[in-house]
């Protein structure tokens, strides 16, 4: 019956796939094309580079070694002229060349690996019969910027990715690639900005600048336009190699870390910034060292004011107050915004240790005037021309309750993750502010992030010692101090006149 109804299997019949013939011209011609594809690709991505090799191999056809030899030299001759002549220029044509090789051997040949393993790469299943295969979407990099502290990438992001996405695997990228670091920085909608570091410009000590030489101003053009930029004085460094400017007028400066994290440096090199302009009468310094003076009296001969005691700095900051209500009233319908003068020098309140002004003083009348006339200043006095510079220790809401009022934020070493979001704003810390990362043994380095800023920037403020300090008291005193100093000549090392218990 099973025969009958045919549920007898049949038995496999052995099959022999059919063998192709190809001729070995068709291999080769295929393997050519795919070559030439290749190649043509190559030309298109690097033209200069190809251009550079053709143009070598020519000279070298014709002229031979010595010809070569000669070319090099003509060429590393007209280089120097140039960095001389023209260095911003000079440094942007090496930095776009050092970026094309690191682009041509680094991160073309890591690139789409690295995103498939970050998910950072699209994948789209894409079914062929009974097989699925994927299509693969990556990043593209649209421009590459190298300097001899890192690269910057230009990538264009993909649908449905965001910077906070990259965000995340800044950790991973920085691995993947053997960087020191790997921040993202948003750009254009679209676009984010990829840095890596490879070597820590802020790793050994700033020295503090000539500000005394042809280019006292710090604008880098070798001449002296004047005392000095108000807008922003030269204090430190920046992680790219650059000048930390750090503006003073019109802005209230915060300086927030932790005990040895180097305020003291970022407020002596905000000081130091500030010397010329206080010798010419265009600065006033009103000091406030609630710590009886022993961190900030080494400069008492540049402050027009100087306050060791709770009762005396209270009376400091309600002369501010004053002083800045006058200004406001005569300025009104007149201007918008104060222009020092030796008449009418900017005032610029500097608060060592501005927590205990706020959160530890127990008697009851001095806290409220305290408590009224800090937040007058930060709230109105930029326009009048009375700025604050405040150093905090604890960034919390309820030791520094008017945090939000300061433009200018400087994020030194943080005890924790949490404080720098509270320094820099929500999201600072995801966006590569790691300043609780930053090491016990490099005080003064921190992230700044400016008013209207959205990312922070890694910057070390410049040492300035006991002996320099004493040196710039005596070299950039207040004018009246300045006047008494001709008449009875410099005296010992490190003295300075005390008048009243002002230094002017």
Not at 183 to 196: K, L, M
Not at 285 to 305: H, I, N, T, Y
Request: glycine share 10%.
């Amino acid at each position: 019956m099973a025969r009958i109804n045919g549920s007898r299997p049949f038995p496999d019949v052995p099959t022999r796939h059919p063998k192709i013939d190809v001729p070995l011209w068709a291999v080769l011609l295929g393997l050519a094309g795919r070559i030439g594809a290749h190649l043509v690709v190559f030309l298109v991505r690097h033209p200069v580079a190809v251009a550079v090799l053709l143009a070598v191999a020519v000279v070298r056809q014709r002229f031979g070694l010595v010809g070569l030899g000669v070319g090099l030299l003509v060429l590393a001759v007209v280089a120097g002229l140039w960095r001389l002549l023209h260095r911003r220029s000079f440094t942007w044509l090496v930095g776009w060349i050092r970026g094309r090789l690191r682009l041509l051997v680094i991160y073309r040949w890591r690139w789409r690996p690295v995103m498939v393993h970050t998910d950072l790469a699209i994948r789209i299943p894409v079914s062929n019969g009974d097989r699925v295969s994927f299509a693969e979407t990556f990043p593209r990099i649209r421009t590459i910027r190298s300097d001899r502290w890192g690269d910057q990438l230009r990538i264009e992001l993909l649908y449905g990715q965001t910077p906070e996405l990259w965000a995340e695997q800044a950790e991973a990228l920085r691995h993947a690639f053997r960087a020191r670091s790997c921040r993202i920085r948003s750009d254009r909608v679209g676009f984010i900005w990829v840095d890596f570091a490879r070597r820590d410009p802020l790793a050994v000590p700033v020295p503090p600048f000539d500000l005394d030489g042809p280019d006292a101003d710090g604008t880098g053009d070798g001449d002296d336009d004047g005392p000095v930029d108000l807008s922003g004085i030269p204090v430190g460094r920046r992680e790219d190699g650059e000048l930390w400017r750090l503006p003073v007028r019109g802005a209230h400066v915060l300086i927030a870390g932790a005990t040895g994290a180097g305020k003291s440096a970022a407020v002596w090199a905000t000081i130091r910034g500030l010397a010329p302009a206080v010798r010419a009468g265009l600065v006033e310094l009103w000091v406030c060292d609630p710590k009886g003076g022993m961190e900030l009296a080494f400069g008492q001969a540049m402050f027009s004011r100087f306050a060791t005691d709770t009762d005396s700095i209270a009376d400091l900051l309600d002369d501010a107050v004053a002083v800045m209500r006058k200004r406001a009233a005569r300025l009104r319908g007149v201007a918008r915004s104060h222009t020092p003068t030796t008449d009418e020098p900017l005032i610029v309140v500097i608060v060592d240790e501005i927590a205990s002004l706020t959160s530890y003083v127990t008697d009851r009348d001095l806290k409220r005037r305290l408590s009224a006339s800090l937040p007058l200043l930060l709230s109105q006095g930029r326009a009048p021309g009375v700025v604050v510079i405040g150093a905090v220790q604890d960034p919390r809401k309820e030791v520094l309750p008017f945090r939000d009022l300061f433009p200018v934020r400087v994020a030194l070493r943080m005890t924790e993750a949490d404080q720098v979001d509270l320094v820099l704003g929500d999201g600072a810390r995801d966006r590569g502010a790691r300043a609780d990362e930053i090491g016990e043994d490099m005080p003064g380095v921190g992230y700044v992030l400016l008013d209207g800023q959205a990312d922070p920037v890694r910057v070390r403020a410049a040492w300035v010692d006991d002996a320099e300090i004493s040196r710039m008291a005596r070299r950039y005193p207040v004018p009246a101090v300045a006047e008494l100093l001709d008449l009875v000549g410099d005296g010992p090392d490190g003295w300075t006149p005390d008048v009243d218990g002002r230094a002017a």
